[in-house]
């Protein structure tokens, strides 16, 4: 059964703190995203990789970093320098790749971080 | 760059009656045109796509949506609502070979019994 995971679901963190959320796709997908999502502002790209060992800034990349060691995985971590982090993440894949035309993406249930 | 508006925050309509909600993009090439559902707490469910040939595609629970380019718009529709639609509905535009994809600021529907 191919989808996308995202864990955990709800994450608690002390302001100051490094907090990583995870992010696995079993559809051998080549893209994958990471969106911000606030309420009324709709989604925000954060970042996006499309092959393995290579990503890009998205919109709002200030305070965030992400790795791409795997096709399958693609983590987020939230850092001390991110200002107001409160809010639901949502990660996405597509078939994608650098050579391909425009395919729709398929998103994980997200997480809900909070900074207390 | 693209870019997507949503004009309606909230809409509220009976069970049983028609629906339409609003998108209007900017792009000066031919869009990639997408309505997702989302319902509270989940991620983004795919209900149709555009991508080219005939402006008016058909999706997944009954929906329907119409591209059209004069009016840079791709509004979604469909013609009884059921209480399960109570949702919020994001459009979104990109482009081809980008993977950057624009998302509007989503419409929250209610559904009166």
């Known amino acids: 059964d191919g989808g996308i995971t995202q864990s955990p679901k709800y994450l608690f963190r002390k302001e100051g703190q490094n907090v990583t959320l995870s992010c696995e796709q079993n559809?051998?997908?080549?893209?994958m995203y990471w969106y911000r999502q606030d309420p009324g502002q709709g989604l925000r790209l954060i970042y996006y990789s499309q092959i393995v060992n290579d990503f890009q800034k998205g919109d709002i990349a200030e305070g965030y970093s992400v790795s791409r060691e795997k096709k399958e995985s693609f983590p987020l971590t939230v850092t001390s320098a991110q200002k107001n982090p409160t809010a639901f993440y949502l990660c996405?894949?597509?078939?994608?790749?650098?050579?391909?035309?425009?395919?729709?993406?398929?998103f994980g249930p997200g997480t809900r971080l909070t900074v207390l | 760059a693209q870019s997507v508006t949503q004009p309606d925050i909230h809409i509220t309509v009976s069970e049983g009656a028609s629906l339409e909600l609003r998108c209007n993009y900017s792009?000066?090439?031919?869009?990639?045109l997408f309505w997702y559902v989302q319902s509270p707490g989940q991620g983004l469910q795919l209900l149709l796509k555009?991508?080219?040939?005939?402006?008016l595609v058909q999706g997944i629970k009954g929906f329907e949506a119409e591209f059209k380019r004069s009016q840079s718009s791709f509004n979604l529709r469909k013609p009884s609502v059921h209480w399960s639609d109570a949702a919020e509905y994001f459009c979104a535009v990109a482009s081809y070979n980008n993977n950057d994809m624009r998302f509007g600021a989503g419409t929250r529907l209610t559904v009166k019994p």
């Open positions: 559809l051998n997908h080549d893209a």
């Open positions: 555009y991508f080219s040939g005939d402006t």
């Open positions: 792009y000066g090439a031919t869009p990639y």
């Open positions: 996405a894949s597509s078939i994608g790749g650098l050579a391909a035309g425009y395919n729709e993406q398929f």
